[in-house]
């Protein structure tokens, strides 16, 4: 687990970013995690959540989901 996370506006890998959600069809709350390296931006994962960080940024304390679907 990630010690150290970030959030950071970037508008080309914002781009990027945005590809590969509409390429993989992600709809809704998403976390993208991956790696600048020297000669690009390397994507390593995909997680159709909200991002542990941006709930805690957000002030949220508690959260509640439900779903009418079956599990």
Do not use: K, Y
């Not at 990027?16 to 690009?40: K, M, R, W």
């Amino acid at each position: 687990m990630s010690a150290v996370t970030e959030i950071f506006h970037h508008p080309r890998l914002e781009q990027l970013i945005a590809e590969l959600l509409q390429e993989l069809q992600v709809v809704g709350p998403s976390c993208v995690q991956g790696f600048h390296q020297p000669d690009g931006i390397v994507f390593t994962e995909t997680n159709v959540r909200f991002g542990a960080d941006a709930l805690r940024r957000s002030g949220a304390r508690r959260i509640r989901w439900s779903s009418t679907s079956p599990c």
